[in-house]
């Protein structure tokens, strides 16, 4: 008989709920993983993998000096006053023992030395170094039994659909530097010459990015015996005399009761997928197709189960929003994330019109969609346009540039799905259904912003963030060219997500609040079932999954009784 008796119950399997289940297990107390997909990692094992860390311990080697004061101060700006001080400052301090910590357990990450900060004229931003990068993981030290039960990542995040890329050699990619072939040429060899490990899987030995975090996170519970129950959601929470004692979960198709005599720790994600609760908490119009994160898993049952017991609903109405975009055969919609920053693009809205810095963090490019619909009735969907110059040296979307893939060797089926085709603007302003006028007028003026290097408009390439994902090779604005060669394109973008970040209120030490501010004892949460530490913003890539594993890290410590 399966035994239902543990010290620790974490509910969800993404990098928050494995850290979580990790350190329990380090301090000797038994823990059970229950996940609700046959698949383990949720969104996490998709993502960048990106972790937010201030002041972490490898900006010294990159020559950066940043400290916990001056994070502090930006991300208390970025939070706009709806995350407590406590919380925030709770995050900063105990990031970076965070990141140590993951790098003892197997998952060693190196920052980023030029990303900077989302909002780096804010007080307190760094140019770069806060954002760490999971170094790539051999899968081998899973297996690949193991390695089929980890969600895959996206096929927009691999190369030709199967080998992974890191965010360093992507850069170099898309940045057009000079070392970039060779990049290419790198990965490509690796993979094929692999025949022992091909033999196994067609899925690459060398995991990068969420895959590699997971993957990591995955080898360590596995390392340690934790039990790891799949396919098996989280009904409901049990509580006696005001403790969370446990929960009810469905188990090869009957309901159990798990106990948990120290305590139940929610990770299971956010309400993205649930329909009904995006059209009671979320901006409109929204759709569950439109996010980025696997379909399915994330339907809020943890915040309706936590909100059950009396814990407190935060911060409903906002998402991790991005841009994202419908292709055909894949299970979700992919985040543009950093093509639109590229130069030789524009985003318009049905008046033909920009409305928005095309290089700007994905957040308030979601955010700007929105504004504009409500004023203009046409950003819901936007258009990305660009030209033929665009199209030969850049990918975008599932598009590889034309001088690697031209328009003839595309998947016939992309045309009018994926992106739409005009000799002309005018054209294309018919296909897509936009005002010809407004579009020509637009690119006009987006040509002459690119001889000068200054858009007066929108300040596209204006700062440190925007010039990341620019080409090294055009100048003086490397995010800014003209849009005039044909043939032109368009492809649609929905104000997506890449999740949602209201969820149950926390205190410094992830424990749950009532709405009266008290605990509920026996309750912890992380990741997007929490409401997010950062308020309404995104103060630089990696700020889910740190927070994420870093209150995972906070609430073991709590209940283990460690300062
Ligand atoms: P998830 O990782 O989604 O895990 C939740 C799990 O809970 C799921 O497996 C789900 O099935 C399970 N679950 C749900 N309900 C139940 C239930 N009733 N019982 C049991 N289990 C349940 N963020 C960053 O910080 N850095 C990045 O680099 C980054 N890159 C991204 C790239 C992409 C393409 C996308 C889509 C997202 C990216 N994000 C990134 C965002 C980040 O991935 C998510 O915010 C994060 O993974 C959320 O973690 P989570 O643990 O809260 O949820």
Redesign the pocket.
Known sequence: MEQNEFDVVV???????LLAAIRAADEGLKTLV????P??????????????IPDNHDMGKAGLSDSVQAAFRYVKTCARGLASDDRILAYVETARHMARYLAGIGVPYRCVPSYADYYPTLAGAMPGGRTMDPIDFNAGKLGPQDLELL?PT?P??LIFGRMHINAFEARSLLARERKGKFVLMWIMARYFLDYPWRNKTRRDRRLT??QALLGGLFAALRQRGITLWLD????SLTQEGGRVTGLV?RRNGQDMAVSARRAVVL????FERNQQMREQYLPQPTDQAWT???P????G??HR?GAAVGGALHLMAHT?G?PTLFVPKEEKY??M?VERSMPGCMVVNARGERFLNESGPYPEFQQAMYANHAQTGGAVPAWIVFDATFRANYPIGPLMPSAAVPDAKLRKSWLNTVYWKGETLQELAGQIGIDPQGLLASARRMSEFSRTGKDLDFGRGDNVFDRYYGDVNVKPNPNLAPIEKGPFYAMKLHPGD??TKGGLLTDRDARVLTEDGQPIAGLYC????SASVMGPSYPG??????P?MTFAFRAIAHIVGKP
């Open positions: 509910v969800g399997s993404g990098a928050g709920a229950v996940e609700k997909m698949l383990l990692g949720g969104t996490s094992a998709t993502s960048g993998g990106g972790i937010w969600r996206c927009g995040q990015g969420g098996t959601p989280m009904q979960v990770g299971a994600g956010g980025a994160t696997p399915e898993g994330n339907t049952d943890a189960a991790w991005a992919r985040a994330f890449i999740g992380v990741g997007n079932n890539a990696g700020s889910t999954l740190g994420a």
